[in-house]
């Protein structure tokens, strides 16, 4: 095994949750991620839309490198 295979860029986001009140005993989580080496931010409401906003902002900045 001569040939070393490099790692792949490692990606940081900060990420930012809170429940949103919808009743007495209902509450959906919201959030906030952002890509800390673009600035890009996405909001999201539940947590797969939180995957999908996590998906697309790799997916830009993969095509940014």
């Known amino acids: ?3 070393h295979s490099r790692d792949p ?3 940081f986001f900060t990420l ?3 429940p949103e009140e ?3 005993e209902e509450a959906v989580w919201r959030g906030r991620i952002q890509n800390t080496a673009s600035g890009e931010v996405r909001y999201f409401q539940g947590w797969e839309a939180l995957v ?3 998906l ?3 997916e830009e900045d993969r ?3």
């Open 1 to 3: 095994m001569g040939e």
């Open 16 to 18: 930012r949750l809170w």
């Open 56 to 58: 697309r902002l790799m």
């Open 9 to 11: 860029p490692n990606r």
């Open 52 to 54: 999908e906003a996590l």
């Open 22 to 24: 919808r009743g007495e």
């Open 63 to 65: 095509v940014e490198i």
